[in-house]
């Protein structure tokens, strides 16, 4: 038996129009300005009339991402009194957000809940974005997208699902594994992603200009498939997901287009082919979230300033791609020791960036050695030393689209035993059917290689990797797992999981040695939410019980799919501005017609949303 998780995402990032002076053309036009204003204190750049900001005003501004430790959220009304910036307020509009993080926890443990989420997912961007990278071919010049949050969320899923060995690589994965027990107190993970949920739902409701954005999770299940009531509860009243009957077994193509018309609308109708073929008639479950959002930029790019320009991706190897344009304050920084340059482009609603790191060093090879130089640490220190400067910037126009199988990626990563039939775990999910067995026969005595998997395509997929060294596998099961029980054997370092017809035994070596890290979630915290006594799901009560059956359901693979689009339309009018820029020329250059890594970042939550690298936008052109 086994089952899918295919993820789809959209974003749109739209933008408004204005008249803006090339980046290559403004030094010629600075220098006639100025002999004409030889007795002026500025240099105005017309754009349209009216409004006028000085930037001078803002220039040494600091950034200020939202972040949740000095949130407004609970403060009384007041009027802000920083200068201009192109960060967003905490508060929307003069007025307290509803923040479900503060509804859900005081202070001391809301900025505590932040930091282990926000760090678990930035680390897990990287994770992947290496991951990925070594898995496709040697100095690939194709683009990289995918959605961190969403990819964590659905491996939270996962989590919920599993038991065993699956549990503790997906904990691994997620920087959960360290600290208390987890598989005793991972409800409190669970509550923690709904309320990270339910701050990206409450965006729009809050503020109607703020980015839309909305997070889906469909569970389908093959007819007659029995669910466990504690995984269905925690998937429905915490993560919102649909539990769907479908009939893959004699209906695949039906069961298709249920899950295409499912992920269609969820996605406002940008992604209609999620699976370009029909599941396999073997296919039990299939986990599918989806991600839509749609943005509006806080200060509108030009549309009618967008102008084919070269762009270099290596060693003189040039493209030509729309590139827009823009100038006034943006949140800049540059780290002259990393070699890199950051600017942030805010969206309306105060919460979401899109940040864009660019090297000083030209090339897609220049960009991979800067990526692997990145930690948490890192892009949280260069987001934190941001200053709103004057800008002078070019970005290119996309339309992005990529489809990632992530089977190699996760499986780099350490989640090996999910995709693999005789080893995977998701016992809380289903007991199985009793007597009814689909799973493909034991491998021989002689593995413990994976045995073929079978592909959408109806072929079967060799296996080219092993089980880790952790991991002693007896292949003396067939069907379900029944009457399970759990034990350590101290003497001999293993953890054994034994039921009527095998066995597994595990070393337990690893564990005890992260007992010994730090701790993301430790007994303190703990001790507090138990203090709350929260409503519990008894999923915990059931990972732990004793006889809980493995239905030997296995994942096929991972399924990724984003669409992107980065433009200068918008819903609303351009506002009517004018930028005037010191005769100095003191402003910051932001040009990004070579390589570079862009992202877009909840600021209250510092989760990331987006994650790319463009090393070739798309559409290019070979001529201008």
């Known amino acids: ?98 923040n ?37 071919p040697a100095n690939s010049r194709e683009n990289l997208l995918f959605s961190p949050v969403s990819l964590t969320l659905t491996l939270a899923m996962v989590m919920l699902a599993s038991n065993g060995k699956t549990f503790e690589e997906v904990t691994k994965i997620l920087g959960l ?55 269905k509860a925690v998937s429905e009243k915490v993560y919102k997901s649909e539990v769907i009957s479908v009939d893959f077994s004699h209906h695949n193509r039906q069961a298709q287009s249920v899950i295409n018309d499912w992920v269609s609308n969820k996605t406002n109708h940008k992604i209609k082919n999620m699976l370009y073929e029909p599941p396999s008639p073997l296919t039990d479950v299939i986990i599918t979230s989806a991600l839509y959002f749609s943005g509006e930029w806080e200060q509108h790019f030009m549309e009618g300033s967008t102008k084919r320009k070269p762009f270099t991706i290596e060693n003189g190897e040039t493209v030509y791609v729309d590139m827009m344009y823009n100038g006034g304050y943006f949140p800049f920084y540059e780290d002259k020791q990393l070699g890199v340059k950051i600017i942030g482009f805010p969206y309306k609603g105060h919460e ?10 030209p090339g897609a090879a220049a ?28 970005y290119p126009k996309m339309k992005l689209s990529s489809t990632l199988k992530l089977q190699s990626a996760l499986e780099a990563l350490g989640l090996s035993s999910l995709f693999n039939p005789y080893t995977a ?60 029980y759990r034990y350590e054997d101290r003497t001999g370092g293993y953890r054994v999981e034994q039921w009527d017809t095998g066995y597994n035994l595990h070393k337990i070596r690893d564990n005890r040695r992260a007992k010994r890290q730090s701790r993301p979630i430790d007994q303190d915290f703990v001790d507090f939410l138990n203090s709350q006594k929260l409503p519990t799901f008894g999923v915990d009560e059931l990972r732990n019980s ?7 359901l296995y994942a096929d693979d991972v399924i990724h799919k984003v669409e992107m689009t980065v433009n200068e339309k918008g819903t609303e009018a351009a506002a009517a ?12 250059r932001f040009i990004a017609n070579r390589p570079f890594v862009f992202f877009i970042r909840h600021d209250l939550a510092k989760a990331i949303w987006f994650w790319g690298t463009m090393n070739r936008p798309t559409p290019f052109y070979e001529t201008p």
Not at 46 to 70: C, G, H, K, R
Not at 128 to 134: F, L, N, R, S, T
Not at 352 to 361: E, F, G, K, Q
Not at 367 to 394: D, F, G, Q, V, Y
Request: hydrophobic share 35%; proline share 10%.
């Open 1 to 98: 038996m086994k089952f899918l998780l295919t993820l789809s995402f959209l974003a749109l990032a739209a933008v408004s129009h204005a008249q803006f002076i090339y980046p290559d053309e403004f030094e010629s036009l600075r220098e006639e300005e100025a002999r004409r204003q030889s007795t002026a204190g500025g240099l105005h750049l017309p754009m349209f009339e009216p409004t006028v900001q000085n930037i001078n005003d803002v220039e040494s501004a600091p950034y200020y991402p939202p972040p949740l430790a000095q949130s407004g959220f609970q403060q009384q009304d007041q009027p802000d009194s920083r200068p201009p910036a192109a960060s967003p307020p905490v508060r929307v509009n003069g007025k307290p957000t509803n």
């Open 100 to 136: 479900p993080f503060d509804t859900f926890l005081p202070p001391r443990w809301r900025d505590h809940v932040i930091n282990i989420i926000s760090r678990g997912v930035t680390k897990f961007t990287l994770d992947m974005d290496h991951a990925i990278e070594k898995s496709s």
């Open 177 to 231: 594994k360290s600290g208390v027990d987890i598989s005793h107190h991972s409800e409190i993970v669970h509550q923690i992603f709904g309320l990270l949920i339910q701050q990206s739902e409450q965006m729009q409701l809050l503020d109607p200009t703020a980015p839309q954005c909305k997070l889906a999770f469909g569970i389908f299940v093959e007819d007659g498939y029995p669910v466990r009531e504690q995984f």
């Open 352 to 361: 979401v960036t899109m940040y864009a790191i660019l090297p000083n060093n």
């Open 367 to 394: 960009l991979r050695e800067m990526k692997h130089r990145l930690t948490p640490e890192i892009i949280e220190n260069l987001i934190a030393n941001m200053k709103n400067s004057s800008c002078i910037l070019s």
């Open 425 to 484: 775990d998701l016992s809380v999910l289903s007991p199985g059917r009793a007597g009814f067995n689909r799973t493909q026969p034991p491998p021989p005595p002689s593995a413990p290689s994976r045995a073929p998997t079978t592909g959408f395509n109806g072929g079967f997929r060799q296996p080219t990797k092993t089980l880790h060294s952790d991991f002693t596998f007896e292949p003396r099961f067939h069907g379900a797992r029944n009457n399970m």
């Open 546 to 552: 004793a006889g809980i059956s493995n239905p030997g």
């Open 577 to 588: 501005t004018s930028v005037i820029l010191d005769r100095s020329g003191d402003y910051k």
